[in-house]
């Protein structure tokens, strides 16, 4: 579901290029309901829940029962976007806390749709990961709480090949051994969707490039360390090693391709990782490893991916919510989640603590904290869904083999400059 994407941009154009900054309404409710207690609803994307949530949802139920909880979930992030845009725009109060995609914090803070952790309604962030709290903030603001972090990790059949490999060199050395399988080599997210930005990202970043500079708005797509990433991807489409289905995979596509046996390696996040090894339908259980992302010298990047809880500036129970993001923090909540659905904790000491690194069945978490000291961002832009669609509508072009890799970054390049330059 891509609709929203341009109407949303426009729109941001007109609110923020016209000279004023975000709608009244939005400073106006920043200033109620701060001490408003009662049910909430929290929204999330539907991919991100799994029954462990649920549990936690429940337990703060039992303990509150006059400000209890509803989950409700909407497709995926991309989807999800689109509904809160609309609830936003409506002045809603019906969705209290917002399970947002890292990249969408700026352009709903922009917009002020966001309730402001500062003064008497703040957060403690000093237990939790730098980057993740970088992602919730705007402007020198926070604006969110974070939940979960993700890294791209790269998943290899440990029984097939003799050593994980650090680059794409390496990598592409194997696909010969999948190729006498009848197997595919390599897949990640490929469709025309958010995931495509991340595979692109973490391509160019393989290559020492990046889309943006390190100032967080000055384009850098039309360099040639960005075209050597993209054609990574370009090339080993063009040649099989990431088979012709690939091209329509989300996260779950590609997860069921590894599981079935169908895959040498997969790009993926460290979901996979407990649901791999426990499905029923999986056949490899105990025969995958899980690596860093590669890169062309040497190991690659991933790009920070994650959810952090925000509060609507409409929600009428901000007491409330602010309680409930603050839970959800709480290294307990972070430690079952982890242990339990596989989720990145935003909690520095778990990525420390013994019993969890000694049990064999989180055995992706060094690969984890490594892949997000050295995380790349996506861009950072209240014009965001702008900046998304130019690169995976072209990165798709190109892997796809319709337009030349040169061409598509330029056209990135004119997309970003087009964006970053109303901010
Ligand atoms: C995961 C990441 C999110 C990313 C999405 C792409 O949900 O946490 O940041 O945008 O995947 O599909």
């Not at 462990?52 to 999800?80: C, K, M, S, Y």
């Not at 952790?117 to 939790?128: A, N």
């Not at 967080?216 to 075209?227: H, N, V, Y």
Request: charge should be neutral.
């Amino acid at each position: 579901m891509k609709a929203w994407r341009g109407p949303a941009a426009a729109t941001a154009a007109l609110v923020l290029a016209a000279g004023c900054a975000a709608p009244d309404s939005g400073l106006a409710a920043a200033r109620r309901h701060l001490a408003g207690r009662g049910p909430i609803t929290f929204v999330q994307a539907s991919d991100e829940a799994g029954v462990a949530t649920r549990q936690v949802i429940e337990a703060w139920n039992r303990l509150h029962p006059d400000q209890r909880v509803t989950l409700r979930q909407f497709g995926d992030v991309d989807e999800l976007h689109d509904n809160l845009v609309h609830h936003f725009k409506a002045e809603d109060a019906d969705y209290d806390v917002l399970g947002a995609d890292v990249v969408t914090i700026a352009e709903y803070a922009a917009h002020r749709w966001l309730q402001p952790f500062k003064g008497g309604y703040s957060l403690d962030t000093s237990p939790l990961l730098e980057q993740t709290v970088a992602t919730a903030r705007y402007q020198g603001t926070l604006y969110a709480a974070p939940f979960m972090t993700d890294a791209g990790l790269l998943y290899y059949r440990k029984d097939l090949v003799p050593r994980p490999p650090r680059t794409w060199r390496e990598l592409r050395g194997y696909c010969e051994i999948a190729r006498k399988r009848r197997m595919g080599c390599y897949a990640g997210q490929f469709a025309k969707y958010e995931g495509l930005t991340v595979n692109v990202t973490e391509a160019v970043a393989a290559a020492g490039g990046s889309f943006v500079k390190s100032d967080g708005t000055t384009p850098s797509a039309d360099t040639p360390a960005a075209r050597e990433g993209l054609s990574l991807l370009v090339d080993a489409y063009r040649s099989g090693d990431i088979p012709a289905e690939a091209i329509t995979y989300q996260e779950e596509e590609g997860r069921h391709a590894f599981e079935a046996g169908k895959l040498l390696f997969l790009r993926n996040w460290s979901y996979v990782y407990p649901l791999a090894n426990s499905d029923g339908a999986s056949v490899v259980k105990g025969r995958f490893g899980v690596t860093t992302l590669p890169g062309v010298d040497g190991p690659g990047r991933t790009a920070l991916g994650g959810q952090d809880n925000a509060v609507n500036v409409y929600s009428k129970h901000k007491a409330t919510a602010r309680d409930f993001v603050i839970y959800l923090q709480s290294p307990d909540v972070q430690r079952k989640l982890l242990v339990e659905q596989g989720q990145p904790p935003v909690v520095k000491s778990l990525y420390h603590d013994r019993s969890l690194l000694d049990d064999p069945a989180l055995g992706y978490l060094g690969a984890l904290e490594r892949s997000i000291a050295t995380a790349t961002e996506r861009p950072v832009t209240p014009f965001y869904p702008a900046v998304t669609q130019a690169i995976s509508d072209n990165a798709y072009a190109a892997i796809k083999g319709g337009k030349p890799a040169g061409e598509a970054l330029d056209d990135i390049q004119a997309a970003i400059r087009a964006a970053t330059s109303e901010q």
